[in-house]
């Protein structure tokens, strides 16, 4: 009986070209820090310090591969420090982020869209989330995230949308345009347009390793009547394993501070004019006129530090989030994995033996029947799929998936040494009467370049 490989191979990307991001030697994926992955639709991103390698291993894509070598502060030295695409219903784009904080998009063709300044510091991860209004969502949020030591930047997603469609409707234009003088204008939106986003300090309890916002969560308990919104966010790292914070849209102080700052200056100014009428002061403090400073980061907004987890020697290291933002996957420097329920902030399940380990979550057809009746009648949807996490050990040389919260281990696949997990990330503007598309786990061998997708259902 053959034996069974709980995958499916889609294709291969050994090429040349592999050798720009040092590809040739046993393990180059998993073993180079500086190395960079990022998967999608039949495209995949690798990326080294400086140079961005797009391939496919679908020959029905565009004439693959493409390289593009951003232009970098020799100064700094500048570097490329983060990777992700950003897919939208008809667009796809590719960002990276850089060691100055600098935030770059790109197109499928290596035209640079956009450049923005975030904030001076290393771009650890980019982030693309979005729920939709359901039973269990009763709102719906689309944002794309940048994660720095100690520091969140949050984009709408509908920003960065509306910027993109803007980008390609001058880019139709000036292609169709026969006037030389409109090709000169490459770099739309790269210093004039600035995408607007919000900035917090998530650093009281030490720089972070990784972070997340996780979704929306209630006002504090004085500001039930607020219209703004406030947003959760986990951070893991050297100083505190986990640490949780309430993030405020508003950059200024509570409502309790914004009375005092109100009452306060009113009282004082009272008092003083009182005091001048009785001496008959003519002393007068001239008001200084505000100077024109430079161009500064942008000021923070309010973020309240609701709870943290510090057990040294223990780090925390990474950070998984699942579709919902409900549960949270985190690997530490003693090779174990919490499972943090981000909404009561507790770890609901704990795993140990698991050094250097990742985790992704994925979504599969645990019961037999729906998963035997959906092939041959209709799609399954979204309720026939139950939440899982695949755990990638690359000391086992395993990859295990256990059913969540509390269930048992459903499968353990064997992997070659080398391979490494990757997930797409969200797609903005995804319809919910499209046919449900379930949450997919992807592994690529190294040593190989073949790219393989793991079953979704127990029996295949």
């Not at 951003?70 to 500048?78: A, N």
Request: hydrophobic share 35%.
């Amino acid at each position: 009986m053959a034996r069974r490989s709980y995958k499916t191979e889609l294709g291969c990307i050994a090429c040349e070209e592999l050798g720009e991001v040092g590809a040739g030697k046993p393990s180059w994926l998993v073993e180079n820090p500086n190395l960079l992955c990022a998967i999608d639709a039949h495209s995949l991103l690798l990326a080294n310090r400086s140079t961005i390698l797009l391939l496919s291993w679908s020959s029905d894509s565009a004439p693959y591969p493409l390289k593009i070598r951003p232009e970098l502060s020799p100064v700094e030295p500048e570097s490329i420090s983060a990777l992700e695409w950003l897919a939208f219903r008809d667009h796809r784009v590719i960002v990276a982020g850089t060691s100055s904080g600098y935030l770059l998009l790109y197109s499928l063709r290596g035209e640079l869209i956009h450049r923005q300044m975030i904030y001076p510091g290393r771009v650890l991860k980019l982030r693309v989330r979005g729920t939709k209004k359901d039973l269990i969502q009763d709102t719906s949020s689309e944002e794309f995230c940048l994660i720095m030591p100690g520091v969140i930047a949050r984009f709408d997603g509908s920003d960065i949308q509306n910027m993109l469609q803007k980008w390609f409707e001058e880019a139709h234009s000036r292609f169709w345009d026969q006037n030389p003088k409109s090709q000169d204008s490459e770099d739309f939106g790269n210093t004039d347009v600035k995408i607007p986003y919000q900035l917090w300090n998530i650093g009281k309890y030490g720089t972070c390793a990784d972070a997340a916002i996780t979704g929306i969560m209630p006002p504090p308990l004085m500001e039930q009547q607020s219209s703004q919104r406030y947003y959760c966010a986990v951070a893991v790292g050297e100083d505190a394993v986990i640490s949780a914070y309430r993030l405020s849209e508003n950059k200024g102080r509570s409502l309790v501070g914004a009375i005092l700052s109100k009452v306060v200056p009113a009282t004082f100014s009272t008092i003083s004019s009182f005091s001048k009428l009785i001496w008959r002061s003519e002393q007068s403090s001239p008001k200084k006129s505000p100077k024109k400073s430079d161009q500064k980061p942008q000021p923070f907004a309010r973020a309240s530090p609701l709870t943290c987890l510090k057990d040294h020697p223990r780090k925390g290291e990474k950070l998984t989030l699942s579709p919902s933002g409900t549960l949270a996957a985190i690997t530490d420097s003693l090779g174990r994995i919490l499972l943090l329920d981000t909404q009561a902030l507790v770890v609901v399940r704990l795993w140990k033996g698991y050094r250097d380990a990742s985790c992704l979550f994925m979504e599969m057809l645990v019961n037999k029947d729906i998963a035997s009746s959906s092939s041959s009648y209709s799609e399954p949807l979204k309720s026939d799929y139950c939440l899982c996490l695949a755990i990638h050990a690359p000391r086992k040389g395993i990859i295990e998936i256990w059913q969540m919260r509390t269930g048992p281990r459903l499968r353990t696949i064997p992997c070659a040494k080398g391979s490494k997990m990757l997930q797409p990330s969200y797609r903005f503007g995804a319809s919910m009467s499209s046919p449900y598309v379930p949450l997919e786990v992807f592994l690529l061998n190294g040593d190989s370049g073949q790219i393989s997708v793991l079953n979704r259902t127990l029996d295949s």
